[in-house]
């Protein structure tokens, strides 16, 4: 069964650096997204992204993120500044509709 | 904005007793409402999911309830297994995003 994969699977970044994020999601899906965990908290929404264009954002989104489908199996994410309060997993996902299916995640720690 | 709570945020339950985690949601447009397991340092992994259309959907040992008048869903687990032991995520939304509930540990005792 197909499965939405991501590189790293650990980031340690200085805060102030730059990291970029990436998924592959499944092959003949049409949406993807990113969410972020902190330890011990809720799964949150970022953003959405479909027909090569963001298409929902949430107030963490601001204008230190962008993301990017750079050809056709790749999606990424990049946090231009790192901040301390970055650090979180990262979770990409996909889907065909609305069943979305989770990558398993990038740790990130910024120091 | 949408707002989704849910509750218990943590429930022990004896083997082979049922569990039930419990969700309300604000935004009456919404129509698709997922249920998700994370174990320790996993993924969310989609267990069971739910439509508008209907009132109830089942998978074996899992069934979710959705009340639409109400504004609430729920997860029930019969015939509960030390593997059913993680972290359970109600969630609501649909192709631009989900939003998601708090969660609710779920510890089964042998």
């Given at each position: 069964e197909p499965e939405v994969t991501q590189t790293p699977s650990h980031q340690v970044t200085q805060m102030g650096q730059e990291v970029i994020l990436r998924c592959v999601p499944?092959?003949?899906?049409l949406y993807f997204y990113w969410y972020r965990q902190i330890l011990g908290q809720k799964v949150e929404f970022l953003v959405s992204f479909y027909n090569n264009e963001i298409s929902e954002k949430s107030?963490?989104?601001?204008?230190q993120f962008s993301v990017e489908r750079p050809d056709g199996s790749n999606f990424t994410l990049k946090i231009r500044s790192t901040k301390l309060e970055d650090s979180a997993m990262y979770f990409c996902a996909s889907s065909r509709a609305d069943t979305q299916y989770f990558g398993p995640g990038t740790r990130l720690t910024v120091l | 904005g949408e707002n989704v709570e849910q509750h218990p945020s943590t429930l022990s339950v004896q083997e082979g007793d049922s569990a039930v985690i419990k969700c309300t949601y604000?935004?009456?447009?919404?129509n698709y409402f997922p249920w998700y397991k994370q174990e320790l340092g996993k993924r969310p992994q989609l267990i069971i999911d739910i439509r508008s259309n209907v009132g109830e959907k089942k998978d074996q040992r899992i069934a979710v309830t959705l009340n639409k008048t109400a504004k609430h869903f729920s997860l029930h687990i019969t015939?509960?297994?030390?593997?059913?032991?993680a972290v359970y995520f109600c969630a609501e939304g649909g192709n631009e995003k989900l939003t998601f509930g708090t969660g609710t540990r779920l510890t089964i005792i042998p």
């Open positions: 499944i092959s003949n899906h107030e963490i989104f601001d204008d | 604000s935004d009456s447009a919404s015939e509960t297994q030390p593997e059913d032991s």
